[in-house]
């Protein structure tokens, strides 16, 4: 069965090489460069066994992209925890968005007009928990902050991506900036299939969803190499993702 690799990162701005990949399973590095040719080099090295080749990387490479713990070294939250992360951030929260469902989503009102009339409200209940993080994200994004997210859609888009794509103009009007993507595109960029938030490029909030595509709990991650790795996916997820009004337009064929 083949390995399940996820790219961690490159000590090379060019080429792509060294680099290291990572198993996901069980947790062994791949580390792939130049390998190391000279007659003089490689007979100093202590037990080189055929079939093995040596491969030449910087330290740095290493010491970036390897975390110190396979774990990761989360720590599990729940999810009013998760929360107050919105009402404390300093600067950015920015968010991935990669699955087909969201099981919370269909238990409000708004779902149920969705599915009737094909269109979202505005208003969110009073005392709901869309409301409130509504008003959070307005008070957050008035004191200058910023909160994104780039969502990940299927061609053609699930019954919750397109409540989802609908109900984005209301996000906007809060104070988010929201783009999206193709999945193919994601794909196609290697993108993980991950749902988090990373706040001020130095915490990771994962998001834990049973088998029902409900969220159970949110795994805190502040290694590092995990955070510098989500500021990558970011990057370029924000760069290749299309704003929210175009891509709908173009979905729609109005543009």
Known sequence: MARRLRFNGTGSDIGGCPSLHEDLDSGEVIVHGPPLTDPEDVVQLQHLSGGEVAVVVPRELLADWVPKERTRQARPIGL?????LFG???????????RRRYASDEASNRWEQFIAAGSVGEEWPEGSLGRAFRDTIRAQTALGKRVERVRIVDQPPTTGQRYLLDGARWNIASGEDI????RTDADRLRLPAEDFWLFDSRLIALLRFDDDDQL???????????VVRCCMVRD???HHAV?????????????
């Open 216 to 226: 159970t709990h949110v795994d805190l991650i502040t290694e590092p190499a995990e």
């Open 88 to 98: 404390k951030f300093e600067h950015t929260a920015w968010r991935l968005e990669t």
């Open 243 to 255: 704003p929210w009004k175009r891509f709908t337009a173009e979905m729609h064929g109005e543009a």
């Open 80 to 84: 009013d925890e998760f929360g107050d």
């Open 179 to 182: 783009r999206t993507m193709w």
């Open 236 to 238: 370029a997820a924000w």
